[in-house]
């Protein structure tokens, strides 16, 4: 039923009641008694209300019956209807998405919930619709609901744990409001769907500026904010702890010991201190929650968290813990750099379960053991046996949610919303999309740029490259000179091709929300991915997950772990800058039938091989394994003895 009829009415039984009240007006000024007691109206009085009142009152209530009509219509019954059509539209298919914003005003909250159960209604439409190209196809992929009905029968309620360096939401103040911040992350995708599903916890670390104002006694809260479904522990570090341990021995010790990538580990003594704290922080925290569960599931994530496995282990033999490792393995030479090496591996074996993203790290991670720890080994299955323990090591190579459905904005809406937003007038398009870390290549990258205009000059003027560069770490110092360098590097490239009206690099020096970065993917004619060692890189899943019309041709490092997956790119070695210049060239003049075949060969990779999958093998391997609750993870005899932490350390 439609509410104009009826403010229609309301606002003619209005102008009525005003009427009525206009004649009442002269009989109640003029009201007197005669002696007679008869009742009469004074002629004074009529006199005003004939004079003064008719011509100027009557007026100003029909301007105000008016005006009320049309402010009820602005304000109520236009933003009901829009919302209204928008609603039946969305019902019925014919609209695609969610309103760019709620409705303002009154109606702000309806409009927001409105939005909220059409986003809803839009994830089950592609669940369901995805299942039935499964169904046509023959295939099975891996979904959110595919994923929590597995753990489901996997994992009891409330009986899984992850932890983690980063949370998946964060209470960030700016200026005089608080915003819920999710952090850029595939691991948020790959594990809430886990965590929903079984009413989980999630352990990390509060770095928000606003995260302790949102928490109980507890240091708990219930995500996510709209629909809370897990509960997120949120654990506390002292700014120098956050600084030694993070940024000191996690970002300036194992990262750069881990990728290779020609910048000198540093390792201070002092950092380990934070390491280990930290890590005792995290494991105490762990270990208060699942103080009355039986039987429960820890997921450790990351090279920020390796000490955390065996700590459990010994308190809590019954516990199945895996652990992730994001980045790469690096031979034992290599890993023998670090002093405290050998702590660092018994803390990573008190694991069950230990992945990495490709069988090469797997093989270094069992060679390191090999080489430095007491241990007995079963290469051909990948196990490690120290102190009376079990590890099972294997691969799982991380990937990216891949909805298969198409996007409701096209390559060529897309190309130009970003030509429009840029200011660009180019033919061709190429795009990088990193973080500003001396593991990505942008440096190499841009040199292969230089090489590739120098070669084939008819490209000048025709083909701009963008580079997105999310600037990160930026409190260590050789972040600090990265972003220098890429910024020089860019300028100088520039200064030696532009033009009045063009030039090769657009560097974008800050972050872009998912939207932007997706947006970017499907206008590109070119993706470049550089990594000089990287252990999957999601971008390269990520701009093949985009490309739903099966255009665009992907450029991708040897030293990437996707490149073992996503055989049909362009795969090249970012130390040979002639190779990129080819590249670009080759992917420029590639027919339109040779993109889509080796596009259409790479979304079939990332569409079957997604983060659902991911997860689901994790968990799947991890409660396959035997665990005898009987035998803790002991502290090795051979083990030097740990760091104690004192009181005047940090300080020190």
């Given at each position: 039923?439609?509410?104009?009829?009826?403010?229609?009415?309301?606002?003619?039984?209005?102008?009525?009641?005003?009427?009525?009240?206009?004649?009442?007006?002269?009989?109640?000024?003029?009201?007197?008694?005669?002696?007679?007691?008869?009742?009469?109206?004074?002629?004074?009085?009529?006199?005003?209300?004939?004079?003064?009142?008719?011509?100027?009152?009557?007026?100003?209530?029909?301007?105000?019956?008016?005006?009320?009509?049309?402010?009820?219509?602005?304000?109520?019954?236009?933003?009901?209807?829009?919302?209204?059509?928008?609603?039946?539209?969305?019902?019925?298919?014919?609209?695609?998405?969610?309103?760019?914003?709620?409705?303002?005003?009154?109606?702000?909250?309806?409009?927001?919930?409105?939005?909220?159960?059409?986003?809803?209604?839009?994830?089950?439409?592609?669940?369901?619709?995805?299942?039935?190209?499964?169904?046509?196809?023959?295939?099975?992929?891996?979904?959110?609901?595919?994923?929590?009905?597995?753990?489901?029968?996997?994992?009891?309620?409330?009986?899984?744990?992850?932890?983690?360096?980063?949370e998946p939401y964060m209470h960030v103040r700016r200026g005089t409001r608080v915003d819920v911040v999710v952090p850029a992350s595939g691991l948020v995708t790959a594990l809430e769907p886990i965590l929903r599903a079984c009413n989980g916890t999630w352990i990390a670390h509060g770095s928000g500026n606003a995260d302790r104002m949102h928490v109980d006694s507890h240091d708990r809260l219930r995500v996510p904010p709209d629909q809370p479904e897990y509960a997120l522990r949120r654990v506390w570090l002292t700014a120098e702890e956050e600084a030694g341990y993070y940024n000191g021995f996690a970002n300036e010790g194992l990262w750069p010991l881990c990728h290779i990538a020609h910048t000198r580990p540093i390792f201070r003594a002092s950092d380990w201190v934070c390491?280990?704290?930290?890590?005792?922080?995290?494991?105490?925290?762990?270990?208060?929650?699942?103080?009355?569960?039986?039987?429960?599931?820890?997921?450790?994530?990351?090279?920020?968290?390796?000490?955390?496995?065996?700590?459990?282990?010994?308190?809590?033999?019954?516990?199945?813990?895996?652990?992730?490792?994001?980045?790469?393995?690096?031979?034992?030479?290599?890993?023998?750099?670090?002093?405290?090496?050998?702590?660092?591996?018994?803390?990573?074996?008190?694991?069950?379960?230990?992945?990495f993203h490709t069988p090469t790290h797997c093989h270094n991670f069992l060679a390191s053991v090999d080489r430095a720890v007491e241990s007995t080994i079963e290469w051909e299955h990948s196990t490690v046996q120290r102190q009376g323990h079990v590890t099972q090591v294997r691969p799982f190579p991380i990937s990216v949610d891949a909805p298969l459905a198409s996007p409701a904005e096209l390559p060529e809406a897309a190309r130009a919303a970003v030509q429009k937003r840029l200011g660009l007038?180019?033919?061709?398009?190429?795009?990088?999309?990193?973080?500003?870390?001396?593991?990505?290549?942008?440096?190499?990258?841009?040199?292969?740029?230089?090489?590739?205009?120098?070669?084939?000059?008819?490209?000048?003027?025709?083909?701009?490259?963008?580079?997105?560069?999310?600037?990160?770490?930026?409190?260590?110092?050789?972040?600090?000179?990265?972003?220098?360098?890429v910024t020089a590097e860019a300028a100088r490239i520039n200064m030696r091709f532009k033009t009045a009206t063009w030039q090769p690099i657009v560097l974008r020096l800050q972050h872009h929300s998912h939207s932007e970065i997706n947006r970017l993917y499907r206008a590109a004619d070119v993706c470049v991915v550089t990594s000089l060692h990287d252990g999957m890189n999601l971008v390269a899943k990520e701009f093949v997950a985009a490309r739903a019309d099966e255009g665009g041709v992907l450029i991708l490092s040897q030293f990437a772990g996707a490149s073992r997956e996503l055989r049909d790119a362009m795969i090249i070695n970012p130390y040979n800058a002639e190779q990129i210049a080819d590249a670009l060239r080759l992917s420029l003049e590639m027919t339109s039938d040779e993109q889509s075949a080796r596009m259409r060969a790479m979304r079939r990779v990332v569409g079957e091989y997604n983060v659902y999958r991911w997860a689901a093998a994790l968990i799947g391997d991890l409660s396959d394994l035997r665990i005898d609750g009987a035998s803790r993870v002991p502290r090795p005899a051979d083990a030097p003895p740990m760091v104690t932490i004192e009181p005047t350390s940090l300080a020190s």
């Open positions: 039923m439609s509410c104009r009829p009826t403010v229609v009415k309301l606002s003619l039984k209005l102008i009525g009641l005003l009427a009525i009240g206009v004649v009442l007006l002269p009989l109640w000024m003029g009201w007197n008694a005669s002696t007679e007691g008869v009742l009469a109206v004074s002629r004074p009085g009529f006199t005003l209300w004939r004079h003064l009142f008719l011509p100027v009152v009557v007026p100003q209530l029909v301007w105000i019956a008016v005006i009320t009509i049309v402010v009820l219509h602005l304000a109520v019954v236009g933003p009901i209807a829009r919302t209204a059509t928008w609603m039946r539209a969305f019902r019925s298919g014919h609209l695609v998405g969610a309103p760019d914003s709620p409705e303002p005003g009154m109606l702000a909250s309806i409009s927001a919930e409105a939005a909220g159960l059409a986003q809803s209604l839009v994830r089950a439409r592609q669940s369901a619709e995805r299942e039935a190209q499964l169904r046509d196809d023959g295939e099975s992929t891996w979904t959110a609901e595919r994923l929590r009905a597995h753990v489901r029968g996997r994992v009891r309620r409330g009986a899984l744990f992850v932890v983690s360096n980063r390491y280990q704290a930290a890590n005792r922080h995290f494991a105490d925290a762990v270990l208060d929650e699942m103080r009355d569960v039986e039987s429960p599931t820890l997921l450790v994530q990351d090279y920020h968290c390796a000490l955390i496995a065996a700590s459990i282990k010994r308190a809590r033999p019954d516990a199945r813990v895996a652990l992730f490792w994001h980045i790469p393995w690096p031979n034992p030479e290599a890993f023998g750099i670090c002093p405290w090496h050998r702590e660092l591996l018994d803390g990573l074996l008190g694991a069950d379960l230990i992945g007038d180019t033919e061709f398009l190429g795009l990088g999309v990193d973080r500003v870390d001396y593991t990505k290549g942008i440096v190499e990258r841009f040199k292969g740029i230089e090489r590739f205009l120098e070669k084939w000059e008819r490209y000048r003027g025709r083909f701009t490259f963008v580079q997105v560069a999310s600037p990160s770490r930026v409190d260590v110092k050789r972040y600090e000179e990265l972003i220098r360098e």
